[in-house]
Nanobody
Framework: QVQLAESGGGLVQAGGSLRLSCAAS????????MGWFRQAPGKEREFVAA????????FYVDSVKGRFTISRDSAKNTVYLQMNSLKPDDTGAYYC????????????????????WGQGTQVTVSS
């Protein structure tokens, strides 16, 4: 059993920055990848970014490339999402997720690839 706990959300003006954290606890060995997803009001949850745990390969949705950076601290079992140049469209609940076993990397953009999810942290960007 793995528990994920997000933190770092909040209210920020457009153009500002936030750093989200997600700490994993429990049976965290054999993590293959962790990802961030978000859900805006009235919309489906969407992929934001993912990182493979061993090699640190990163993947982003096009809308955040150049603005968001995903990183991990293996010693702390923590994944981060640095969000810069935030826009009102970035508003939503942000969820981290964990994949334990190896999988084709293109599947990391899909919710179904992940077994564990956090409760989410709210990010609100005002215009």
């Amino acid at each position: 059993q793995v528990q994920l706990a997000e933190s770092g959300g909040g209210l920020v003006q457009a153009g500002g920055s936030l750093r989200l954290s997600c700490a994993a606890s429990g049976r965290t060995f054999s993590t293959y990848a962790m990802g961030w997803f978000r859900q805006a009001p009235g919309k489906e949850r969407e992929f934001v970014a993912a990182i493979t745990w061993s090699l640190g390969r990163t993947f982003y949705v096009d809308s955040v490339k150049g603005r968001f950076t995903i990183s991990r601290d293996s010693a702390k079992n923590t994944v981060y999402l640095q969000m810069n140049s935030l826009k009102p469209d970035d508003t939503g609940a942000y969820y981290c997720a964990r994949r334990s076993g190896a999988v084709a990397n293109f599947l990391l953009r899909q919710e179904a690839a992940y077994e564990s999810w956090g409760q989410g942290t709210q990010v609100t960007v005002s215009s």
